[in-house]
């Protein structure tokens, strides 16, 4: 769909996958006034196919477009274009168990222009789609991570909270100095200190102390993840205690040192939920717990897997019925 400075949205239209062709002056590829999503359509049980929570992530597309300077989609108008193409073929959706398809909108500034003043006044907003497997070869295999010192993903005031490509292009040195240290993932921090733990590459991260949840809290530099949102939700009805608040990294070796600290994992649309084994820094390492997923973290894997594959019940409407 294509977006004009006073016209608005126009030429929806569905097209067979293949390159586009765009002027080099294209300002996305000078100033990459650029953002994205991500979501899955899950085949069910029952054979149904749908999407998991589709207008969230069309509320905070239109969070991150508001930040880009770009213009909003109205939100009945990104989930119909996520129904439109996956209606086109019901094939695309794997049949196998814990695979799924892939969906991937995204927003482009398409005006050729080379002027840093301005944004750009036409905007193009696609969606592809991708089959999708297992997101860490490993399963629930525990995931190793690096607590980056040397980087800053995002500071208050920037673009933290958006799903703008910036943010990933800037996290790769960081990613790549992780597994230089042989870790999996990078472990971000807060700004100022490189003290406080904001989130994971990809993924939002969770603290379990007993049967209390810790989250860190979305303070704008951190994506307010879908997952992170459904956990806290899923927690409150499991009668879990689960809170978005502050924790440092010392706090984070302290409660694994004296054992308070029983279980991290990660989570994310595309890992769902993937349990952190150990931990690494310039200070050093530890292990959480004895390295194994934890009782509660495969538990609550298990219980928003099975509202996605539509074998658990679906109290809070996530479910979005697609055909
Ligand atoms: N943080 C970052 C930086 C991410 O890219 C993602 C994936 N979208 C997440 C967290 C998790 O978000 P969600 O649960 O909506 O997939």
Redesign the pocket.
Known sequence: IDFTEGRGWHDARLTPYGPLTLDPATSVFHYAQELFE??KAYRQSGGSIVAFRPYA?AA?FNRSAARMAMPELPEQTFVESLELLVQTDRDWVPTTEGHSLYLRPFMIATQPALGVNYPSRTYRYMVIASPAGAYFSGGVKPVSVWLSQDYTRAAPGGTGFA?CGG??AAAFVAQRQAVENGCDQVVWLDAFEHRYVE??????LFFVFGDRLLTPDLTGT???????DSLLTLADDLGLTAEEGKISIDEWRAGCESGELTEVFA????AVITPVGSVKGVDGGWTVGDGTPGKLTLRLRDELMGVQYGTRPDPHNWVHKIC
């Open positions: 991500g979501l992530n905070r799903k943010n990933y989130e994971m590459g990809g993924m939002n951190l994506l307010p993840g879908i997952t992170r989570c994310g649309t595309a």
